[in-house]
């Protein structure tokens, strides 16, 4: 493998542009070779403006580019697996947002053809690379907290998204809280073997019509008998709202923090403070680090740290907890493992 990794980036949306502005500016391993998106305009766009030299409206042919050594893939999330597949059978090197579908039936299709053809899949958790996240798990898996009895994590958005975002993003489990359950497994280092999940649609009256929830509970049993909870909200006042609190028999961490300038400002009318409002901010770093993995393994072939398998999961506890809430008993995801 050359000194330098020619990368395809699939998705000139949102996280797309992070990505871009990364791989064109922040990683000397890495070079941008061509911005691809459905709408052509904005990968043009995009492109240009990273000085990026090529641009494409026809995603799929990434691909077949011989000059091509990798492919991140940002697209929307029904676009994932067919193009890791594509990917794979061209013996491209994928990194991939997440979900790598939404169902487990594509997920395992797409995992099928990562293994055949033998490359990469890294997978965009990007709460793993995060610099407070990484240290929490290197002290539990040092031993510093002693025996890990129970793990408490906590996501919510500023806002709902759009109706067309919710009408395509499979629901709370599988597109939000699928960061959770990564998170929970990862840092527990052991597999949930029951979960019990609760939910309910009163932020907005959108929830209901799709049938779909905004705020829920989800109480989780590890192999190891420790226990957990998870908690989301698609609405928080105040701005994005992601904490994690892991107790043990010796100690406690508590992982997060809100503010945007590392100011106290106090008055007479009080203490004030500014609060990270949206995701891309408080994992900035993250999301230039996990790409800075993916170029480094390629490179030095080795392996990543979170892949497909993880995914896969990760999923799995989205359908239990789906199943859960739906019958109002606990589920065992094993329910959803690979036949």
């Not at 919710?166 to 959770?180: A, K, Q």
């Not at 680090?289 to 979170?306: S, Y």
Request: hydrophobic share 40%; glycine share 6%; with cysteine.
């Amino acid at each position: 493998m050359a000194e330098r990794v020619r990368v395809a980036l699939i998705g000139a949306g949102r996280i797309g542009q992070r990505h871009a502005t990364t791989l064109a500016s922040a990683i000397p391993r890495a070079e941008l070779a061509i911005v691809a998106d459905v709408h052509g305009p904005s990968a043009e766009t995009l492109a240009n403006r990273v000085r990026c030299p090529h641009w494409t409206d026809n995603p799929r042919d990434v691909a077949t580019d011989a000059t091509v050594d990798a492919v991140v893939i940002a697209s929307s999330t029904d676009s994932h697996a067919a193009l890791i597949t594509d990917a794979a059978q061209a013996g491209k090197q994928i990194f991939c947002e997440k979900p790598i579908a939404l169902d487990l039936e594509a997920t395992d299709r797409a995992l099928d053809a990562v293994d055949q053809a033998g490359v990469r899949l890294q997978i965009g958790f990007q709460r793993r690379f995060d610099k407070a996240y990484h240290q929490a798990k290197e002290l539990i898996d040092k031993g510093a907290l002693g025996r890990i009895e129970a793990i408490r994590d906590t996501m919510r958005d500023p806002s709902p998204a759009p109706r067309a975002y919710l009408e395509t993003s499979g629901g709370l489990y599988r597109d939000m809280t699928i960061h959770n359950f990564d998170c929970v497994r990862w840092m527990m280092g052991v597999e949930v073997t029951e979960l019990f999940a609760m939910g309910s649609a009163i932020v907005a009256p959108v929830f209901q019509e799709l049938d779909d929830i905004d705020t829920s509970v989800i109480s989780l049993r590890f192999s190891n008998g420790s226990l957990g909870v998870i908690d989301n909200s698609r609405r928080s006042g105040f701005g994005y709202d992601v904490r994690t609190e892991v107790f043990g028999s010796e100690g406690a961490l508590m992982i997060g923090y809100s503010r945007d300038t590392p100011m106290l400002r106090l008055d007479a009318a009080g203490v004030h403070s500014d609060h990270i409002y949206w995701f891309l901010e408080r994992f900035d770093q993250a999301y230039i680090d996990e790409l800075k993995v993916f170029i480094d393994c390629i490179i030095d072939n080795t392996q990543p740290p979170v892949d497909g398998k993880d995914a896969r999961a990760a999923m799995t506890l989205a359908y239990a907890a789906e199943a859960s809430r739906r019958e109002n008993a606990p589920v065992s995801p094993s329910r959803f493992a690979r036949g």
